[in-house]
């Protein structure tokens, strides 16, 4: 448990500023390159996704390129969210004021808070 450096208080909060903004980031810029992957043919889902099309015919072709790019999108949002998470964590642990004291207001890195 963390005590205020300002007041003493033990009513303090994490802000996990660095964590929720690295897994947003990472969310879009995961999700994207997922889509984009897909896109070219380069993932496992758009190619799924286009051979199973194929037994409708061409505009079932059409259909699963999208639902595969839909899936490759998916699962590069989900992996590029925790990979952020854990580099917005790391951010959160060493340079940020992660903590914050609900009593007195005051922000502060539990490690420098000596």
């Known amino acids: 448990m963390h005590t205020c450096p300002n007041c003493q208080s033990t009513r303090v909060v994490e802000r996990h500023l660095g964590r929720d903004t ?28 286009t051979t199973v099309g194929f037994i409708a015919g061409p505009a079932g072709a059409s259909v699963g390129a999208i639902a595969g790019a839909c899936i490759g999108g998916l699962i590069g949002g989900a992996i590029g969210h925790e990979f952020g998470r854990e580099v917005g964590n790391t951010i959160d642990t060493h340079w940020l004021d992660s ?4 009593v007195c207001g005051h922000h502060f890195s539990p490690r420098l808070a000596v």
């Open 22 to 49: 690295g897994g947003a980031i990472g969310s879009v810029a995961g999700a994207a390159s997922g889509i984009a992957a897909a896109l070219r043919g380069a993932s496992v889902g758009a190619e799924a996704g």
């Open 99 to 102: 903590h914050a004291c609900v």
